[in-house]
């Protein structure tokens, strides 16, 4: 994706020294890159003849893929990269930066102490599994994350800007569409689940997200299984009911009329699958969240 840059920003120019590593040592320390900075932000571009060597460092860092594609090596695996993957990497990794193609990414990197208080505060992306943390944005989201990245680099180098623009990440990712597709899934397996969260969509049952998948029907069942661990009927049943109690909650709606909006014919039916869901009545849900006023 080519990201069109106001000409009242700064642009994120390639010379930044953060990952062009082949004159620094294996581990790379953050009294080196920025030390006076709260963060350090810079947009690169890669191509197959310019690899990354593997490397360390002693801070903690976000990138992800404005444009083509390529693969992170690290101590955990392998991982193939496409415009629009989110990489979450930890202190404690070593990963290297391969391109296919030209790859044009962004890189912000802050120091261990933001790091440590925000995973004690939050629950953030840095998981503990031997590979980091990835994530897929869409079009949409890739493009608010490339404003959000000019701002930045315009922002004062303190550690509030560095964490409010963290926690807006942490914010965007929250509120991706359910189910939250691993970045590795295929791409026909991630249109449908995006797909599926509008109501003229869920309302018509898992066939509507066969469909949207345009593969069989028992081969989106086991791919369903194998990357979300759930059957497509139960995915449709945890939309439906999520878009339920936003109606109760947000509007006027009859329970009757929010049941068939849903899809669901049956009234007693629909009363079990709330229930199950929220362990409350509809009725009960809707008196619950307007007794807050």
Not at 12 to 21: A, E, N, T
Not at 96 to 108: G, H, I, P, R
Request: aromatic residues 10%; positive net charge.
């Amino acid at each position: 994706m080519s990201t069109v840059l106001d000409s009242s920003v700064p642009v994120l120019r390639p010379v930044d020294i953060l990952l062009s590593f082949f004159d620094m040592p294996t581990i790379i320390q953050w009294k080196n890159i920025s030390p006076k900075d709260a963060f350090h932000i810079a947009r690169h571009w890669k191509t197959p003849d310019e690899p990354t060597r593997m490397h360390g460092h002693d801070f903690a860092e976000v990138f992800w893929i404005d444009s083509g594609s390529g693969r992170q090596i690290g101590s955990g695996g392998s991982q193939p990269l496409q415009t629009g993957d989110l990489v979450f990497i930890r202190p404690v990794d070593s990963h290297a930066l391969e391109s296919t193609q030209t790859m044009q990414f962004t890189n912000v990197a802050f120091p261990r102490d933001t790091y440590d208080w925000l995973r004690h505060r939050y629950a953030t992306p840095w998981t503990d599994t031997p590979i980091p943390a990835m994530f897929h944005l869409e079009s949409g989201q890739l493009h608010r994350l490339a404003h959000t990245a000019e701002e930045l680099f315009s922002a004062p180098r303190t550690r509030f800007s560095i964490e409010r623009f963290l926690l807006n990440l942490f914010h965007m990712l929250v509120r991706q569409p359910f189910p939250l597709v691993p970045a590795e899934a295929p791409d026909w397996f991630r249109h449908a689940c995006i797909e599926i969260n509008k109501p003229e969509h869920f309302r018509r049952g898992s066939g509507a997200f066969v469909k949207l998948a345009g593969r069989g029907a028992e081969h989106v069942a086991r791919v369903t299984r194998d990357i979300l661990h759930e059957k497509p009927s139960t995915v449709i049943t945890q939309l439906r009911m999520q878009y339920a109690a936003r109606q109760l909650a947000m509007t006027d709606a009859k329970i009757m009329e929010i049941a068939l909006d849903c899809g669901l014919t049956n009234l007693s039916h629909f009363y079990r699958q709330f229930r199950r869901q929220f362990h409350i009545t509809p009725q009960a849900y809707r008196q619950q969240q307007r007794g807050l006023a």
